[in-house]
C-alpha cells in the first residue's frame, strides 16, 4: 500500500503533468451539497443536530503506463455557524468504483491534513481544466439520489 508521502509526491508529478498537458484526467462526482436539506441525512451528536453532507470524487487516469484510480471522501457536518469535516482517501483497484466507505475502507491512505489539501488543489485543478479543455477532464456528476 502507498503512504500518505509517496502519494503526496505523486500528486505533485501528477499535477506538473497535467499543466504542461501530457495527462488527461476522468472525473465522477457524487455529492448532497446541492440538494435540499430536507432530502439530507440528519445525525445527533451531544444533543446537537448536525446536518450531514457527503461528497465522493473519483480521479482516474493512465499514470506512467498503469491506471490510476483514487477516490476521496468528505463527510461534512453542519450546525448554525460549526462545520466539521472528515476527509478519508482511497487507492482502490481499477475494477472497485463504489462510492461506498465500507467497501473502501480495504484501500484507505492514512492521510493527514497536507495530503487531503494537495488532494483539494488536484480537484480545482481538474474543474478549471474541465472549464477550459474538457477533452483532457472528463466529468460525469452522480445524482446521489438515483444512486
Known amino acids: 500500500m502507498m503512504s500518505a508521502r509517496q502519494l503526496s509526491n505523486m500528486l505533485d508529478e501528477m499535477m506538473k503533468e497535467t ?14 451539497d446541492d440538494l435540499d436539506a430536507s432530502c439530507k441525512e440528519h445525525v445527533t451528536q451531544d444533543g446537537t443536530d448536525w446536518l450531514v453532507d457527503e461528497c465522493f470524487v473519483e480521479y482516474a487516469c493512465t499514470w506512467k503506463g498503469q491506471d490510476f484510480c483514487m477516490i476521496s471522501y468528505e463527510h461534512v457536518l453542519t450546525h448554525a455557524d460549526q462545520t466539521r469535516m472528515t476527509c478519508l482517501i482511497f487507492l482502490p483497484p481499477m475494477g472497485m468504483r463504489f462510492f461506498d466507505v465500507a467497501e473502501l475502507a480495504p484501500y484507505a491512505i492514512e492521510a493527514d491534513a497536507y495530503v ?19 477533452s483532457r ?7 446521489p439520489l438515483k444512486n
Open 137 to 143: 477532464c472528463r466529468l460525469r456528476v452522480i445524482d
Open 19 to 32: 499543466r504542461r498537458g501530457r495527462l488527461n484526467w476522468s472525473m465522477q462526482i457524487e455529492s448532497t
Open 116 to 134: 487531503s489539501n494537495k488532494v483539494h488543489l488536484l480537484f480545482e485543478q481538474l474543474m478549471a481544466l474541465y472549464r477550459t479543455d474538457a
